[in-house]
């Protein structure tokens, strides 16, 4: 079965650089969840996309910013790239905004690391 | 705000049962997941319940959750060592559903 593809899976980038992570839902999937996790730390929301437009905002910096497009997918921006962007960053996907039993499938993450 | 809170670490031995406890602040949290991290992997659903559910089980999972006192637990029987693992409790919140994770209970199976 499809299950939530991101990439770059690995991405190394210096302080104050750019990165673009990129996410594709399940297909059918109209919802996008970002999700930050800092070494040792928990996954934290960044920000949600519900039929492309952002449908909720947690602990996401002003430097970083996302969007949904039109085949669903979704790309986080992140600018002025600091040592402590380092971190696991995961994409959900789910259908409707729904909670469902099974729950949100994550992707695999991609690891950036900076420095 | 939302607020989930984690023992963090469980040390057990091979073949018993392992515990994990998480409580939670968010009464109108609807489904509570499990999810296992593994060393430099990804998030795996391991199980859930939805809020009307006093237990669920699963195989060698037992899901556990006292609404009343916003208590869930996470019951593995006859852990192996493949259980190691940190293991997150996660509630979904607010209208489009985000989820709120604990800090995650890091499983140490000895033999």
């Known amino acids: 079965a499809a299950g939530v593809i991101q990439s770059p899976r690995h991405l190394i980038k210096e302080k104050r650089e750019t990165a673009t992570l990129k996410c594709y839902p399940i297909?059918?999937?109209?919802?996008v969840y970002w999700y930050q996790q800092g070494p040792g730390q928990d996954p934290q929301f960044l920000i949600s996309?519900?039929?492309?437009?952002?449908?909720d905002k947690g602990s996401i910096p002003d430097r970083f910013s996302a969007q949904q497009f039109s085949d669903y997918h979704s790309e986080l921006n992140m600018s002025s790239l600091e040592l402590g962007d380092s971190a696991l960053y995961f994409c959900?996907?789910?259908?409707?905004?729904?909670?469902?039993?099974?729950?949100?499938?994550f992707g695999s993450g991609t690891r950036l690391t900076v420095v | 705000g939302e607020d989930v809170e984690q023992s963090l670490f469980l040390s057990v031995r091979e073949g018993d049962s392992s515990v994990i406890n998480c409580t939670y602040t968010?009464?109108?949290?609807?489904?509570l997941y499990w999810y296992k991290q593994e060393p430099g992997a990804g998030l795996q659903l391991l199980t859930y319940?939805?809020?009307?559910?006093d237990m669920k089980q699963d195989q060698r999972l037992t899901v556990l959750l006292n609404k009343k006192d916003k208590h869930l637990s996470l019951r593995i029987a006859d852990t192996q060592t493949g259980d190691s693992a940190i293991y997150f409790c996660?509630?979904?919140?607010?209208?489009?559903?985000?989820?709120?994770f604990g800090a995650g209970t890091r499983l140490a199976v000895h033999p």
């Open positions: 959900a996907s789910s259908l409707a905004r729904v909670a469902t039993d099974y729950g949100y499938t």
């Open positions: 297909p059918r999937h109209d919802t």
């Open positions: 996309f519900y039929e492309k437009m952002q449908s």
């Open positions: 968010d009464s109108s949290s609807t489904y």
């Open positions: 319940i939805f809020s009307n559910m």
């Open positions: 996660a509630v979904n919140s607010g209208g489009y559903n985000k989820l709120i």
